[in-house]
């Protein structure tokens, strides 16, 4: 079993950044695909970002620019750099893991973008 816990959400002011991280737990092999989803309010689950273990990165069409994921496969983390974040940012991000054919996700953590 994997435990997935994210961290550093919060409330940030229209143009500013916030890094989230990730941290794995459980793995005895190297995590397959480390991604980032989202969930606004009345809306789907959303792709945000995700990388394979090789260094493979995909990105939101939307979002490309702006955010970048990025992982340290020696400690199971995963981040999302999110810069000139906008009140349309604000959501949950949520983390998600591929590991031995299985899909795991986090608790979540909320991101606010407001003045």
């Known amino acids: 079993q994997l435990q997935l816990v994210e961290s550093g959400g919060g409330l940030v002011q229209p143009g500013g950044s916030l890094r989230l991280s990730c941290t794995a737990s459980?793995?005895?092999?190297?995590?397959?695909?480390m991604s980032w989803y989202r969930q606004a309010p009345g809306k789907q689950r959303e792709l945000v970002a995700s990388?394979?273990?090789?260094?493979?990165?995909n990105y939101a069409d939307s979002l490309k620019g702006r955010f970048t994921i990025s992982r340290d496969n020696a400690k199971n983390i995963a981040y999302l750099q999110m810069n000139s974040l906008n009140p349309e940012d604000t959501a949950v991000y949520y983390c998600?893991?591929?590991?031995?054919?299985?899909?795991?996700w986090g608790q979540g953590t909320q991101v606010t973008v407001s003045s």
């Open positions: 998600n893991a591929v590991y031995i054919l299985k899909r795991y």
């Open positions: 459980g793995s005895r092999f190297s995590i397959d695909v």
């Open positions: 990388m394979t273990s090789d260094g493979s990165t």
